[in-house]
């Protein structure tokens, strides 16, 4: 409530944080995190297979160097972009949120930073430097254990930002204690980081199975060798990674797995929560099956048959990314911030003497029968529009038509009634936080926005007002009463 607030009205502001985010993690895990260790070992079986005479095997070298290629290109683009972009778009739509994690994570997020950089700049240098380092076996062997370090580089960006995703699921001790280690110590953190490290290993695998595909012909010789490792390699993790996600699963509070069957979808989609685990289990069993069909027949694998689980595989990734993401509600911060970005501890105060007064932004600090709609509107901006629109994706109208009748006209006293105990029956929700008469306001302006078809315009193009009783002439008004009361 200390910001003015970003308002997506059609798209939902949910959506923005989730598209980029999902894509940044296919890049992260399936062309970073996993892909360096996997092409460091290609580059390095590549030297094995060589002969005595020779420094590494050239057309293979050549087809990893490509596969390659396509990680360098993507991840310092598209990878880099949408990293920074995630922060980015939560500021925007989160920003009470991303200032706490600040707040906690100060040094965290600087160490990260310096380390994100630092990685984009040595996958480039391990690109860059690839072809020149083809001149002398030792120098090939010094670009080798350089892959390797920056593996580990890679892995250790992760590592820094699963701790604050893992914090904001669950910030464990950090409620009391308030400190950096407690909330590096979060309950979620390591179950978390061991589910996406093997995890990450699998994606690259299927990207690799993906580009030997596109980078090698029908009749090469190095195709099946090279298929043969990445079926082997995927083969390793895959159990990691299936036994670390039941892990993961039964460190999740039991409150968020509560949440999980709304999570994938929408309310509607609950009932094929079944669904979830099917496409689990057929992402994971195709690339099983795709790994062992290879061993067995290497020269009958073709693109077809890579494609089905590398789409599933991605499917399987996204759909982890958009769980994490909502079986925290009602919470963006665990038991300490509501995805309204109102803290749970100012809910008292709010709720006795209504939101708006304590607003930095809004012109309304009394109610009056003239001011109702606009106030209406500032409640709904604060307390709804993290998660509701107006008119588009998940919008107010739609959510409340479903319940009272598609098409018939709102009833005010049934909404005045539902909103202050919606947070019950849907614990995905927090509760309303405000008082009586913002309720009334709230409710009057639900009501015109379905009558009228009316939109609501986020501050980027509404502007803002500051809270008429936060003005320094107010400010200085109030010191000159109180001297004159001295
Ligand atoms: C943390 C996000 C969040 C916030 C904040 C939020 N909602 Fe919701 N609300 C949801 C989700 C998610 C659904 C489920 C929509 C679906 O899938 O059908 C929902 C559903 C609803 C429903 C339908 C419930 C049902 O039983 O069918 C109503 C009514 C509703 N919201 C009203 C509100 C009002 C009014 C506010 C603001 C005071 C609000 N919500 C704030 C996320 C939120």
Redesign the pocket.
Known sequence: MDFPLFHLDWLNDRFLIAMIAIIHVFINHGLAVGFLPYITLLEQQGVVKSGPEDITDLAWDKMVHRMMMVGFVITTTMGAMTGVGIWFSAALISPNSIGSLIRVFYWGWFTEWIVFVLEVVFIMIYFLTWKNSNKSLRAKQRHIRFGWFLSGFSWLTMAIIVAILGFMMDPGNWIQEQSLVSALTNPIYLPQLLFRTPTAMVVAGAFGFLLIMLFTKKSSAIRPTALKTTAIWVLLWLPLSILASIYYYNVIPDAMTANMS?AVG???FAKYYDLLKYIILIATSSLALLAIWTLWKPKKVNLIIVIIPFVLSLGFLGIFERVREFIR??YVIGNYMY??LIREEDYPLLQRDGILKHSTYTSITEITEENKLEAGKDV?MI??S???TSQGI?S?IY??E??YGIGKPLDINSMKA??PN?HN??T???P?PGNEEELDA?AHY?FYLQQSGATLEGAQSAGAHLNPTHSVEHFIEQKLNNNKNE
């Open positions: 709304t929408t309310m509607d509600k009602p995805s309204n709904f307390a709804c993290r998660c509701h998940n107010i959510v409340f479903k319940m539902y909103i919606m029956g849907r995905y929700m927090p309303y709230l639900i």
